[in-house]
């Protein structure tokens, strides 16, 4: 069994993180995307995208890698920050004191079941604490029942909070978990 590294992601991640997104999706999102969506998703575009983000001092969102400590690969990344959804999501909650979001947690589909995506999530949850949150929130696509299980294990439950990602076509329905930290 590998031991995992977490770090921060720097600009010099971004490639192997879009490398990472891209085979995250593909594998978690077939048949709950469509295959164009899935199909159209562009290295160059998306590792643009990562390197600009990682390169901003003051972005809200925090961004870490797990790294395998035998082989120094990034196999997986996780964003946390403030709450970036709307009162359409937020006002379905009873209450938003202290609250949180893990924005984004995805792994390279040869690292499922390894053991790093677990010491990332703790980290994640780490780093909400030591930015003053209380309790966090995240939401995952419905269908995803991988994603829904190994939250779940790590202790987010499931709400009836529901909303409709709209940037892909079609939209997808997501589901709100919640976990006090």
């Not at 971004?14 to 999102?29: G, P």
């Not at 899935?38 to 998306?46: C, P």
Request: charge should be negative.
């Amino acid at each position: 069994m590998d031991d995992y590294t977490v770090r921060r992601a720097e600009a010099a991640d971004a490639r192997r993180l879009a490398e990472i997104h891209i085979a995250a999706w593909r594998s978690a999102y077939a048949g709950i995307m469509s295959e164009e969506v899935l199909a159209g998703l562009d290295l160059q575009r998306i590792t643009a995208n990562m390197a600009n983000s990682l390169s901003v001092a003051e972005s809200p969102i925090s961004t870490f890698v797990a790294v395998s400590a035998s082989t120094n690969v990034v196999l997986g990344f996780g964003g946390v920050c403030p709450p970036r959804n709307g009162a359409d999501v937020l006002d379905q909650l009873p209450d938003t004191t202290g609250l949180g979001e893990l924005a984004f947690l995805n792994f390279h589909p040869d690292a499922f079941g390894t053991g790093a995506a677990s010491a990332l999530i703790r980290s994640l949850e780490d780093e909400l604490r030591a930015r003053g949150f209380t309790r966090a929130y995240l939401m995952v696509a419905e269908g995803n029942e991988r994603a829904m299980r190994f939250y779940a294990k790590h202790g987010w439950r499931r709400t009836d909070v529901t909303h409709v990602f709209e940037r892909v076509d079609p939209a997808i329905p997501e589901r709100l978990f919640l976990t006090s930290l």
